[in-house]
Structures are given as C-alpha cells and as structure tokens.
C-alpha cells in the first residue's frame, strides 16, 4: 500500500490519488490537501490547512506549519552532501506558517523559511528566508518585502 | 481510474502508461503521444501530434497548440499569486503551434509562447515570448532567434 | 507490468516501489537503489552501489557509473534539438564513478560529468565537467575543486 498504516491523517485531509502517492511515517495536518505523485517520508510533520500539489518530494528531516502552499514539483532535501559511500547526514529544514513556494522550486537543507514569505517559481533556495520576503532565482535573491500584501 | 470518462481523447493517441497518469477533463488531440507520470487537469487542451514526456504538470488554463514538444519534467503553473488562504485566480497560458519546451523548465501562468519558439532545458519563463526565439536560463533570456533553423 | 521483463537487475538491488517505476531495456547494477516514481529507458546502464531517489527520469543514452548518487527530481535528456517534426538524435551522456548529482538538477545531453564530481541542487548543466569539480547554477559554473574533501 503507498500509504502506510503509520501515517497520522488529521480530519478532512483530502489526498486526490492514495494510489498514486507515497506516504510512510508521517503526520498530516486537519484540512490539508495533497495532488497525486508525491512522496512524503518518515518524521515528516505537515500542518493544518496546507495545499500541496501533484510531485512534491518531501524527505525525512522536513517540518511544515499550517496554511502552506506548496507548489508542483517542488522538491525539498535532507543531505547537504549526499553521498553514497559516506554516512548520511538528515538536516533539520523548517517552513515556517503561511508560505507559499512556487512550482518546481528546490529546497536546499538545513535551511528555514520565515513566516509568510514567497519562494519564486523555479527557485533554489540555498539559504534561511526571513519572514515576509519574496525571493527567485538560481541561488535564490530577494526581490522585495511583501508586508502589506 | 487515472484517466477519467470525460476525458476526450483523438484518434491514435498513444497514452503509454494510462495506470501511472492522473488525466481527467482534458482534451487530447490526434496523433499525440503522451509518456508516465503525467497529470492534466479539467479544461486543459492539447492539439494534434504533441508529444509529451514524463513527468509533466498540466493544470488547468493552459491551452497548447499542434505539434508541441513537452520535455520530460515540463512544469506548467496557473496562478500568480498562489495561496492557501485567498482565493485561486486562474490565469490562461497559450503554448503555441510547434513550440519545443525543454526538460525540467517552468512556465510561469499568463503568458504566451510564440509559435515555434524553444525554451531551454531548466529554464524558467516568466513572460511572453515571441514566435521564432530561443531562451534559456532562470528567469529566461533571449539567447537568439531561429528563424532558419 | 511497470517493469519489464527485458529488464537486467543484479545483486542486492532495491527497487522500493516497483508499481510505482516504469523501467523497461536497462541494466541497474549490484546494490543499487532506486526510489519510487522512477523512469529507466532502454539501453540505460547503471552501475554498482548508486542511490536513485524519486522521481529521476533516465532516458536511453544515459550512462551512469558506480557509486553515483541522484537526487530526487533529477532530469536527465538526450536530444539536443528535440522536436514532434523532426527526427530523434540520441546523444550519449556519460556520469563516470562516484559523482552525486544534487536535487531537481537537470543534466544536458551529450555531455560527461567527471569521476567524483558534484552538481549542486537545481543546478542546470550544459557541458562537460571535468573530475572532481563542483558546479551549481542555470547554467552550471564551477563553484571550486573539491579535491581534498
């Protein structure tokens, strides 16, 4: 089963294809809502109220809060220097409430995202974002505070 | 099923994985070929003897003409300003007739892709471009135009 | 069957969801992993001991060493002009031994990536990298040796 009996589901959690999905060892928040082909791994904490789209790729070491939108194909990582001889080293990434990161963005690890910011689509995000800030580009760069919008 | 009833599919279309897709409310036109993994969603439209590779993201409001070619990985977006807590306002995005999108780009919503112009591999494309012309890069750039290629 | 039967799969391979892959005329080495929402093509050679994650796309040309790590999301492609109206022209694209290719990257066709050489999350890669580099960005530039780590 691509759902795994381990995965903690809050109420009214809409997940549109269990069968086209990967989940195992997770928590997923009241209200949240989740497109076909993703994958989200163990330890992995989602709030409430959160909108992910079809091909995000969620690994162990990632925390999400509520009212976070995630966009298509965006894919958040772990390993700072992923390897295949070495030890694997799982950072801690935190995406802080109410962000919203755009389509086919890329999460490096290790990293927070403040509270409200907006993540560009297409992005790589190599760095702690502060609240309220909109970034994009490759690695990402801020393009203004977004206070009032 | 992955591919529901109301999707409206042309003749010799080859899907060639119908298991591993999500397509419902699109339409699909003649002699297009279309690889795993992809999601298109209600509304979306796709013209005659597209191919299309795995891993594409087709969401509603995005309208593609004939003859388009969709690399592997392809992104396409519809929002502008997405959002878990305001309202979904979505954009139309036209991809016209023999446009080649290369791998793993993103195509940002509202925009227009000339005819016959090529997006490169990873790009990010953030406005209109105009029929004939190569881009590339994050967010995408004039590289030359190919009028006689 | 996602898997084909002309599939060549060695020793103490670990293929974590085989209903959620789509392999068929590859060869994947002793001790390779592979993630789910996977694509492998015909003709694809993979070596000893890599690490695919999720959703790597590996198109026929693609030849990978051992010991190579792929981040989740990882593009590989295989025609440089690919297009509906003319004909394919498959490239051949070489990663040697012990290169780790970081998340959402997208690796351009034709090209070799270098013994132990690593490719920054979401980079864009266009050309060949010679050994023990690493590169990051759209497009990919060296960012310093890494010879000694």
Chains 1, 2, 3 share one sequence.
């Not at 694997?88 to 990434?93: A, V």
């Amino acid at each position: 089963m691509p759902i795994k009996n381990d995965v903690v589901i809050g109420k009214d959690v809409k997940i549109w294809h269990p069968d086209l999905c990967n989940f195992y060892g997770c928590e997923i928040g009241d209200g949240t809502s989740i497109g076909s082909f993703c994958e989200i791994q163990n330890e992995v904490k989602i709030g409430e109220r959160c909108k992910l789209q079809a091909f995000v790729f969620i690994p162990r070491g990632v925390i999400i809060g509520d009212d976070v939108f995630i966009g298509p194909h965006v894919c958040f990582t772990n390993d700072k220097y992923p390897s295949c001889s070495q030890g694997f080293n799982c950072l801690t990434t935190i995406i802080e409430d109410g962000v919203v990161i755009g389509a086919n963005s890329t999460i490096c690890p290790g990293i927070t995202l403040g509270k409200n910011c907006r993540i560009g689509a297409g992005a790589v995000v190599t760095k702690n974002i502060e609240k309220n800030l909109l970034v994009a580009g490759n690695p990402a760069r801020i393009i203004r505070r977004i206070d009032n919008e």
